[in-house]
């Protein structure tokens, strides 16, 4: 069973659209992440939601909104897509936001052109 | 700000050696660290997870330790094999009033274990 699912495995499309990415996970945690992992393979945290609310929000563009529909769900959604925003993008969940083991999902390659 | 450095950057090797990489990190007030690995195009496995009141923790032959106060953790692999090539991440968590931070992660060593 796989335990953070993310789609689509990839995504390519043009500047200026709006495109969303969709995370599910199975494993009944109360907290998840979205991550940027760029072309020099750098992983950095962009959002953390617990138990639908956001409680981190690393100095991302508001381009970016994740959207928590439940706790088993974040998605994220991007308005006005740039060439700068092509990246691997990984959801993760943890039990809580108290520094519990983080688990990632296959991640989701953007490419803007 | 928390960086994290991890060193090497690549590591060739033969099969059947004993390995170790590293990871430092500029503040020790951590709430864990957490060693990962990646393999190409895919996502990122959880291999070990220390908490700040530990000093290490073993997995099959993976043994990661850390020393907080001087902001050091190391990954030993034993008796490494091809199928251990990949990247290895080093993360920490930090605490914030909200809760624990997002992970803060080093640029990873990328590991060539040679037949």
């Known amino acids: 069973d796989t335990a953070v699912s993310q789609t689509p495995k990839y995504l390519v499309t043009q500047m200026g659209n709006d495109k969303s990415i969709k995370c599910e996970q199975n494993?009944?945690?109360?907290?998840m992440y979205w991550y940027k992992q760029d072309s020099k393979k750098f992983l950095k945290i962009m959002f953390s939601?617990?138990?639908?609310?956001?409680?981190i929000n690393e100095t991302v563009p508001n381009r970016f909104s994740p959207k928590s529909p439940d706790k088993a769900h974040l998605n994220l959604h991007i308005n006005s897509l740039e060439l700068g925003d092509s990246a691997v993008y990984f959801c993760?969940?943890?039990?809580?936001?108290?520094?519990?083991?983080?688990?990632f999902g296959p991640g989701t390659r953007l490419t803007v052109l | 700000k928390q960086e994290v450095t991890q060193i090497p950057a690549a590591l060739s090797v033969p099969e059947g050696e004993n390995l170790v990489l590293n990871c430092s990190f500029t503040d020790s007030a951590i709430y864990n660290l957490q060693w990962f690995r990646q393999d190409p195009g895919k996502g990122l496995t959880s291999l070990l997870l220390?908490?700040?009141?530990?000093r290490e923790q073993t997995s099959g032959r993976l043994n990661a330790s850390l020393d907080k106060s001087s902001g050091r953790s190391t990954l030993y692999i034993a008796a490494s094999q091809p199928g251990d090539s990949a990247t290895y991440l080093c993360?920490?968590?930090?605490?914030?009033?909200?809760?624990?931070?997002?992970?803060?992660f080093g640029k990873g060593t990328h590991l060539i274990i040679q037949p």
């Open positions: 993360a920490v968590c930090m605490y914030s009033g909200g809760g624990a931070d997002g992970l803060t």
């Open positions: 494993l009944g945690h109360d907290t």
């Open positions: 993760a969940s943890s039990q809580g936001p108290g520094g519990d083991e983080q688990f």
């Open positions: 939601y617990n138990n639908k609310e956001l409680i």
């Open positions: 220390i908490q700040s009141s530990q």
